[in-house]
DNA sequence: TTGAAAGCGATACCAC
DNA sequence: GTGGTATCGCTTTCAA
């Protein structure tokens, strides 16, 4: 194993090693690893052997330095929803990478722990960031004076022009909401997430608004945490609440519900949809498993990470474009977890 | 939002900009910023003044290039394992994190994918790699040549001194493989993961070289590709191929195992345990579900990450440290997929 | 088309 | 403790 150390008495090799080689100017070959760049057929081959032969990568490192571009991205989200919805994760990257942008990954316990984070993010000269978490204003004010594109993805900011990418979560858990009032329940429950995520509380506030427009007179929240249980654990608060159980409940997100409905089944003994409807809001993997399927609304997650990485590269090349908020409608999925009115299969 | 570039007529802000601001030489400003340098209070209290009224950080990439550490590490992990166990990629990112370090996301589509993208890595000059997808021996060649520290999770290399952090899979595959015998389980059907999976591979010839150890007779092997539908397209191909239903099938992972759960109860009629035993592996969310009691192994996911972690940052510190391999025994699960003799339940 | 030389923004080492 | 200066490895003018 001592061979590695005597193989390579350089660590680095730089392009001035490629160079001497290959007898040539060092800009010579920085000007043959650069794409559109004029070189002689010649003097790209002598320069490619030679390069080949000390197994020379350019220094990205370097490259960033002088060019001020790092073909970094920022992906600012939080472990729960890396943990509980990774299609998001996965999809951000997936279309960074065929763009050639690699993502750095910072992941929050807390959404609200991005304070701390900011800072660190921007040291590194990402070329932009794409973030799943809450940010405050001051936080925006910071992020623009540095001049780094990003993008919110999944939350919005009211009164501020900012890139966003969103599932219309008020759209989606109203008819959520159309579908359950139409089907004649009449005590609602609502399982929101953590109190300082705002995906939790757009859908929250969204079916709470659409359940009073439609004059619902019994509705109880509680909070979860966006985990598993916490749907179980929901339900049993609404129970202890209402004095009963309720007719529907109204999970934040896919998670929670189907911990819900599993208690609903296993623990209390309810039937589900006969005595209990369970409806829920992202379209994850479980959601469909046969044990479940979930009545829900499927965030259109393959758009959403294509536009958000589309928007962030755009304002890297171009940073006077203006802001954009895009909006995508969730797909209602009719699954059988819930009573519904048979039109209301939209 | 003109006011944007208005308000900052210079884009980056230097250390040359604090040192001219605060009176100093650019050296004190550097000094400032590290950790352990020797500074008066007085100085220290004047740079860092003018660096927060000028909104100054320092620039990562400049520093990296100079101190020749990025401070950054590759994570390359195939985007099923991304997806089906999010938590190792949560994992590996808390605590990198926690030690300062940043992790650069590369996510494989397929597993053999990673001959394209290595090339990319070293790149970036990360300080080191966690590689969850198999390596060949000039990959591993390649990677040393440039002496980049790296860590292997759940797979090794035999013959080869590489650093490993393992779950112990056939250990795992034996003890459910024991359970099930002891159970009584004569018909046993396994559904692999992806031919391009060392995962896999270690899990299916782990089962079934215990199974043949101790006599089983009557094994049949299909393909899968991790995903939970193919857990439900594997029983029916079991169940053509032994022309009835096996008593036992053990699944690669756990995903799978709950579409096979799922399909065996809703498709085929069977009742789980008693007509049917399923095992997984790997102690995922849903397996824990209350639909589901998976019997499965656990795989200790924050040791391991925690694990591969220190070995690497270790060995960026001290690039003569020898290669070690470390595995983890699992954490045999008994749920209630599986009929076990009473005994079994360690 | 090619080569020489000037940076990019830090750190590190050296005198003082 | 502080300030000057070389340096990291590349891209990018600018002449030739």
Redesign the interface.
């Known amino acids: ?1 001592a061979s ?1 150390t005597a ?2 008495p350089r ?1 680095r090799v730089t392009s001035y090693d490629v160079a001497r080689l290959a007898g040539v100017s060092q800009s010579a070959v920085s000007r043959c690893f650069k794409p559109g760049a004029s070189v002689s057929r010649k003097m790209r081959a002598r320069v490619m052997k030679a390069a080949e032969q000390l ?1 020379y ?6 490259r ?2 002088i060019s001020g571009r ?1 073909n ?1 991205a920022a ?1 600012v989200i939080s ?1 729960n929803t ?2 509980y919805f ?2 998001i ?2 999809g951000l ?2 279309n960074l ?1 065929q763009r050639g942008v ?6 929050l ?1 807390q959404e609200s722990d991005i304070d701390r984070l900011l ?2 993010v ?4 990402v070329d932009g960031m794409i973030v799943a978490a809450r940010l405050s204003a001051p936080q925006i004010d ?1 992020i ?4 780094v594109p990003f993008v919110l993805y999944n939350r919005s900011f009211r009164d501020r ?1 900012v890139n966003a990418v969103c599932c219309d979560q008020s759209e989606g858990e109203r008819w959520l909401v159309d579908a359950l009032i139409e089907a004649g329940h009449q005590r609602f429950g609502i399982i929101s997430g953590p109190g300082d995520s705002s995906v939790s509380m757009e859908r929250t506030e969204g079916a709470l608004a659409r359940l009073r427009e439609l004059g619902a007179k019994h509705i109880s929240v509680v909070e979860g945490d966006f985990g ?1 249980h916490s749907g179980g654990t929901g339900l049993k608060k609404l129970r202890d609440r209402i004095g009963a159980h309720p007719d529907a409940v109204i999970c934040a997100n896919d998670t929670m519900a ?2 819900c409905l ?2 609903a ?3 209390y003994g309810l039937a589900v949809p006969e005595d209990l409807s369970v409806v829920g809001f992202d379209g994850v ?2 959601a469909r ?4 399927n979930l009545t829900t609304v499927r965030q259109p997650v393959s758009r959403m990470t294509e536009a958000a990485v589309s928007m962030i590269l755009e304002r890297v090349d171009n940073p006077q474009l ?2 954009e908020k895009r909006f995508f409608s969730g797909e209602m999925i009719p699954g059988n977890s819930a009573r519904l009115a048979p039109a209301a299969a939209r």
Chains 1, 2 share one sequence.
């Open positions: 194993m590695t193989e390579s660590q197994g990568q350019p220094n990205a490192i370097a960033s330095l790092s970094t992906v472990s890396a943990l990774p299609e994760l996965v990257n997936r990478a690699r993502a750095l990954l910072f992941t316990e800072d660190q921007l040291q590194y000269q910071a623009e004076r540095r001049a022009q598993y189907l911990g599993d208690a089944r296993h623990e993997g479980p498993w046969t044990s479940y203006q802001p």
